[in-house]
């Protein structure tokens, strides 16, 4: 089992920046790959970014290439996204999820362990 704890959501204005955090715990040593999603009121979950744990290969949604960075702390089990130039369209539910495979379709939201989510307001 893989427990997964987001945090570092908040509200901005537009062209603001945040960084969350997913901090994993248990099982985390068979990890290959991790993610971040959201989802907006009345739209369906969206992937965000992703990253291979063991070479560090990263993945982005085109909405949110050039403003935000996932990265991880391999000794802390914790995945960052640095999130720039936030715009109205970022405001969701931002969840982590994590898998034991190495996924090749990690926009897909089948992953097995997932965290509460943290939410990102962004106003105009």
């Known amino acids: 089992q893989v427990q997964l704890v987001e945090s570092g959501g908040g509200s901005v204005q537009a062209g603001g920046s945040l960084r969350l955090s997913c901090a994993a715990s248990g099982h985390t040593y068979s990890m290959k790959y991790m993610g971040w999603f959201r989802q907006a009121p009345g739209k369906e979950r969206e992937g965000v970014a992703g990253?291979?744990?063991?070479?560090?290969?990263?993945h982005y949604a085109d909405s949110v290439k050039g403003r935000f960075t996932i990265s991880q702390d391999n000794a802390k089990n914790t995945v960052y996204l640095q999130m720039n130039s936030l715009k109205p369209e970022d405001t969701a539910m931002y969840y982590c999820?994590?898998?034991?495979?190495?996924?090749?379709?990690?926009?897909?939201?089948?992953?097995?362990?997932w965290g509460q989510g943290t939410q990102v307001s962004v106003s105009s």
């Open positions: 990253i291979y744990t063991d070479n560090g290969i990263t």
């Open positions: 999820a994590a898998d034991h495979q190495r996924r090749i379709n990690w926009f897909l939201d089948d992953y097995p362990y």
